[in-house]
């Protein structure tokens, strides 16, 4: 039994005298409706298929001109039908959302300034900053020197010496991709390649702005202000969005990436939010306890010392390391001191030394 003609028409709901502007307005209004993303239904997908393959044609002068001839059952439509591939209408889009421009753009040509911005966004650039701990404990505002392609002053990114030498390309009708059918014995089969003149455009420039030579961006060093938050670490990442460069073209930016590396400290060490540092006590101070100056990173503070402190003793202080990143907790700083013993004595502080060795000798008892 032959399959009944399809009506692509009655398909997308238009009349005959239909503008391709109504049918692209019906068809966007079905792919809503039917993308399998959004329509769960189990005829949704058949549905959204037909539906594409009659803007494929309707949208079309060409295949329109033949449908009107001879029906989609002339041999110019044999084949077409069984070859139409329904994956170039949804493998694009899957858990993002499908969009209809780009769909519309894929069927009915043209060009297509949103998404021509999307794939010719800026590079992204990475800059290694070196900080002090300081620096990552209280946060801070350093201004970088980045060298950076910029979008053109002169022509704002167009690549033109003027808008007049912005032209539609002759070649392809401003549709970026030229057509070719050729008849083979399943009937005849369209091709499209990227035009070669306007290089998938749509569009050429005739005469080239002479600061940019047409390529819309420039390379300059720009500088730039960034701020470091409390709590960075080594490896910490800011990104600085749009501070990328410039594909020019009225194109995107690509952002700024900097990665923080946090100078070695001369007297405290880092472990998480944690801050260490060893400090010399005399062995007197340690001996009897007392105060003793310690240095912090807001600077110096005064440590009580408990009599008859060891070597390698340590003391917490709490609060007084660095912020979480994340959060407002803030870290401890510990010390650990270590007993010094003078080189040199006076004749008074060596008498007092013997008689105390001589009573601590005199006490029973030893170290074994």
Known sequence: MPTKEKDYYKILGVGKNATKEDIKSAYKKLAKQYHPDVNKSPDASEKFKEINEAAAV?????????????????????????GFDFSDFTSDFGSFGFDIDDMVEKIFGGYNPRRER??????????????????????????????????????????????????????????????????????????????RKCRGEGKYIKSRCPECDGKGAVRKTRKIEIKIPAGA??????????????????????????????KPHRIFERRGNNIY???????????????????????????KIPAGTQSNTVFRMRGQGIPDLHSNHLGDENIEVYITVPEKLTKKQKQLLEEFEKENKSKKGSFW
């Open 58 to 82: 309707l949208g079309d002068d060409q295949k329109k001109s033949q449908y009107d001839q001879f029906g989609a059952a002339g041999e110019q439509f044999q084949g077409f039908q069984q």
């Open 277 to 303: 540092a060893k400090v010399p006590v005399h062995f007197s101070t340690a001996a009897l306890g007392g105060e003793l100056e310690v240095p912090t990173l807001k600077g110096k503070a005064s440590l």
């Open 233 to 262: 670490s080594d490896g910490t990442n800011l990104r600085v969005q749009g501070e990328g460069e410039s594909s020019g073209k009225d194109s995107a930016s690509g952002d700024l990436y900097i990665v923080v590396h946090v």
């Open 118 to 195: 999307r794939k010719q966004r800026g590079s992204d650039l990475r800059y290694d900053m070196e900080i002090e701990l300081e620096d990552a404990a209280f946060g801070a505002t350093k201004t970088i020197s980045v060298p950076r392609l910029e979008q053109c002053e002169k022509c704002r990114g167009t690549g033109a010496e003027s808008t007049s030498d912005i032209v539609t390309c002759d070649e392809c009708d401003g549709r970026g991709v030229t057509t070719r059918t050729q008849r083979t014995p399943f009937g005849l089969f369209s091709t499209s390649t990227t035009c």
